[in-house]
C-alpha cells in the first residue's frame, strides 16, 4: 500500500521498564514492556510506530508546522490496520473520532499550522488522519492508494511539505483538490464527512502496486512472540513478496533482564555480561 520499505531494516525493542509512550526512530522502535498487550490499544502503536518509517523517517517534514504529514498518516495507517484484522473498518473509526474531535473543547486548531503548543494535540493525529479519509471519499480507492504509494516513493528521503502534498495529489488524480485541503487544513470549523464515498474495501483488496525496480511492497501480518511463560509481545511481522520472514524481525533474546531483538546483537556486550548496551 505505502511501496517498498524504505530502509535496510527494522528492529523493535521491548525494554523492562514501563514507559509512558513508544518511541520510533529510524529503523527502530522501543516499546516499554507496559505496551506489551493485545487490546487494541496497544495494537495500534505497533502499527503507528511502524508506519513512521515511511511517514517521518523517510519522508520527513520540512518545518514543524507540517506535524500532520507525519502523525495524520501514522494515525490513518492504525486505522488501516484495524481494518486488515478484521476490528473496525477504516470508516468506522473515522466517524467515531471525527465525533471526538467534533465535540472536543479544546483551543482552536489549524491543522496547517497548529503552533508549539498544539503541535503534539490528539486533534493533530486524528483530524490528519481524517484529512487523508476525506480525500479518500473524494478521489476513490485506487487513485488515493496511487496518491500515497507515489508519494512514499517519488520523496523517498526528503523533506516535504503540506504544499508540496496537495500539489502531488492534484497532479496524481488529475483533480482541483484546493476546495478539500483548504477546508481540512485551513479552517478551524471541522468540515463534515462526506464526498464521493469509495467503497470501504480492506487494505488487501486496494489496487496492487509495485515498489521500486518492479518489486511488490511490503505488507504486514500479526505474530506473537512468546517473551516467557506468562507474557506475549505483539509484533508486526514483514511480510515481503508473499515471503513470510523475509524481511521479519529475527527472533529475541534475553540479554540480563532485558529482552532484545537479535538485530541488536552485534551492539551486545560481551554474552557473559548481565547488560545490555544498544548502540
Not at 111 to 140: C, N, W
Not at 147 to 162: A, D, F, K, N
Amino acid at each position: 500500500t505505502f511501496g517498498d520499505y524504505p530502509f535496510a531494516s527494522y528492529t523493535a525493542v521491548i525494554t523492562d521498564d514501563d514507559l509512558e509512550i513508544p518511541l520510533e526512530s529510524q529503523g527502530l522502535s522501543t516499546f516499554g514492556r507496559n505496551f506489551m498487550r493485545d487490546d487494541w490499544d496497544c495494537i495500534r502503536l505497533v502499527a503507528h510506530e511502524l508506519s513512521h518509517q515511511w511517514w517521518g523517517n523517510s519522508v520527513t517534514l520540512g518545518h514543524w508546522r507540517d506535524i500532520w504529514l507525519h502523525e495524520g498518516f501514522a494515525c490513518y495507517s492504525e486505522w488501516l490496520w484495524s481494518e486488515r484484522i478484521g476490528l473496525m473498518t477504516v470508516g468506522e473509526r473515522a466517524e467515531v473520532h471525527h465525533e471526538r474531535v467534533r465535540t472536543d473543547e479544546g483551543p482552536d486548531l489549524l491543522l496547517a499550522d497548529p503552533g508549539s503548543e498544539l503541535m503534539f494535540d490528539d486533534r493533530v493525529y486524528k483530524r490528519g488522519a481524517l484529512t487523508l479519509h476525506a480525500l479518500r471519499r473524494q478521489i476513490g480507492d485506487a487513485r488515493f492508494f496511487e496518491v500515497l504509494r507515489t508519494w512514499s516513493e517519488e520523496q523517498q528521503h526528503r523533506t516535504v511539505t503540506t504544499a508540496m502534498f496537495v500539489e502531488h495529489a492534484e497532479r496524481v488524480t488529475g483533480e482541483d483538490l484546493g476546495e478539500l485541503f483548504e477546508a481540512w487544513l485551513y479552517a478551524v470549523e471541522l468540515p463534515p464527512l462526506e464526498g464521493v464515498a469509495a467503497e470501504e474495501a480492506a487494505v488487501e483488496e486496494a489496487p496492487a502496486a509495485r515498489g521500486r525496480g518492479g518489486r511488490p511492497p511490503v505488507e504486514f501480518e500479526a505474530a506473537q512472540i512468546s517473551f516467557t511463560p506468562a507474557e506475549q509481545a505483539f509484533w508486526l511481522v514483514t511480510r515481503y513478496g508473499g515471503q513470510l520472514g523475509a524481511l521479519a524481525p529475527p527472533p529475541v533474546v534475553q540479554a540480563g533482564e532485558q529482552w532484545v531483538n537479535t538485530a541488536m546483537a552485534p551492539y551486545l556486550d560481551a554474552a557473559d555480561d548481565q547488560e545490555s548496551e544498544l548502540g
